[in-house]
């Protein structure tokens, strides 16, 4: 059964709205002050130049594999095994920090219990959802997103009444406004708001998964560009709303960085209601990221399966076309997760964190590299969705992402990430020689 407009919608909205907000932006504000309004929106320019690179892509020929598929069919073997390969580790890797972090919302409503056990859990739960009919996930994502989209506007609107009519937040709102005002817009230089652009980019991490859910959409030539074209709308309404909100209703020095802003920030100016509300939000919005990311990383999987570039076993469908074996193979791997927070509980985050954005980094890259090749060997006028000032878009978000691996180098947290990206190249690489000796001699 396939997707109607409605989920393809709500899986953009839920690629582009996801634990990077809800629970990176405390960390993102404490590293640049209010600029981080501006981080948001020049990360989200590049993210829309990716998007449409891709939507462009994938209108011409919707495939599950997306960018992978792309690769091998318009670059060559080498990059088409290299793209899958990375794209579905980035998945798996996020459906690990997603599920962790979900876990540590939970602690707001049940401390003490051990966040590898609540993993177990939730891991069992999605695996039997996306297991089942594609339509099935589809109606999960709708509800998980429209929950997400919902609260955020009513936080909006809720902050919104706060400032304007509520004497205590309206007077700490013009006191924040003026401090802000007063030379403390860049409030850590220009080293904090450039670190601050690596949390950016892990935050719009899950954009891609549009270019992998279009093929099962009933009507890609419509849905996927009103997707794509939406997205620059909803990060300027709801990131630079939602931030916006928590810059003027409490000072950003005094925010927790391992607690979402949206919680906290609730919590300490007293309306306890709306910060469990919002906690209720922020545990959606990373269980609709967590879904997202498996329901991505088991097409992948099986994309590469039918390029031979995987066992043979994991391009199996069911009548419902659900890739049942590549879905349990990635939960698997998943499931390391439960070990992960069994052994290092305080340091899964972090490490989580800093190997997810590198992955993004070398997907991203990928997918510019494709596009490239792409308009190089189509004919331009059966291109029917375009890139807007294609080439210098794709330089321009070439650049940014090759800025953002050297910032990275220079973060504490960070670079151990950026020394493992040439190892894991290198791992893939051979994988595909072996792969590649193998299927010769047969």
Avoid at 105 to 127: N, S
Avoid at 175 to 198: C, K, W
């Amino acid at each position: 059964m396939k997707l109607k407009n409605r989920h393809i919608q709500m899986i953009a909205i839920g690629g582009a709205i996801g634990t990077g907000l809800f629970y990176g932006a405390a960390k993102s504000i404490q590293l640049t002050g209010p600029s981080i309004l501006l981080s948001y929106l020049l990360g989200g320019i590049v993210m829309y130049i990716i998007m449409r690179a891709l939507g462009e892509m994938t209108v011409h020929q919707p495939n599950s594999g997306a960018f992978s598929h792309y690769a091998y069919q318009y670059v060559g073997n080498y990059l088409g095994f290299l793209s899958g390969w990375f794209a579905w580790f980035e998945y798996t890797i996020v459906c690990m920090l997603e599920v962790t972090v979900v876990a540590t919302f939970l602690d707001y409503w049940l401390p003490g219990v051990p966040h590898w056990l609540t993993i177990a859990v939730i891991l069992g739960m999605f695996f039997f959802i996306n297991i089942l009919q594609v339509r099935l996930f589809g109606e999960f994502e709708f509800w998980f997103a429209g929950i997400k989209v919902s609260a955020i506007l009513m936080m909006i609107a809720f902050s919104a009444y706060l400032i304007l009519f509520h004497t205590g937040t309206h007077t700490q709102a013009m006191n924040n406004i003026a401090n802000t005002l007063n030379n403390n817009f860049f409030a850590n230089g220009l080293h904090g708001f450039l670190y601050s652009m690596v949390l950016v980019v892990f935050s719009f991490g899950g954009v891609q998964f549009l270019g992998i859910a279009a093929a099962d959409a009933e009507n890609p030539d419509f849905t996927v560009p009103k997707a794509v074209n939406g997205v620059i709308f909803r990060i300027l309404i709801f990131y630079m709303g939602t931030l916006l909100a928590v810059l003027c209703i409490y000072p950003w020095q005094k925010l927790q960085a391992d607690v979402s802003p949206f919680v906290d920030v609730f919590d300490k100016v007293g309306f306890h209601f709306a910060a469990q509300l919002m906690s209720i939000v922020v545990i959606t919005a990373a269980l609709s990221a967590f879904n997202s990311c498996l329901y991505s990383a088991a097409r992948m999987l099986s994309n590469l399966s039918r390029h031979q570039s995987a066992p043979a076993c994991l391009s199996k469908t069911d009548k419902y076309n659900v890739p049942q074996n590549a879905v349990m193979t990635t939960s698997i791997v998943v499931a390391f997760t439960v070990v992960l927070n069994y052994f290092i509980p305080e340091k899964a985050l972090t490490y989580l964190i800093a190997i997810t954005t590198t992955s993004i980094i070398i997907t991203w890259t990928t997918i510019l590299i494709t596009h490239s090749s792409f308009r190089r060997a189509v004919r331009l006028e059966s291109v029917k969705y375009r890139l807007p000032f294609y080439p210098y878009t794709n330089l321009i978000a070439f650049t940014s992402l090759a800025s953002v691996v050297v910032i990275m180098l220079f973060m504490q947290d960070m670079k151990l990430a950026v020394y493992l990206m040439p190892v894991w190249i290198g791992m893939v690489t051979t994988f595909y020689i072996i792969t590649n000796k193998i299927r010769h001699w047969r």
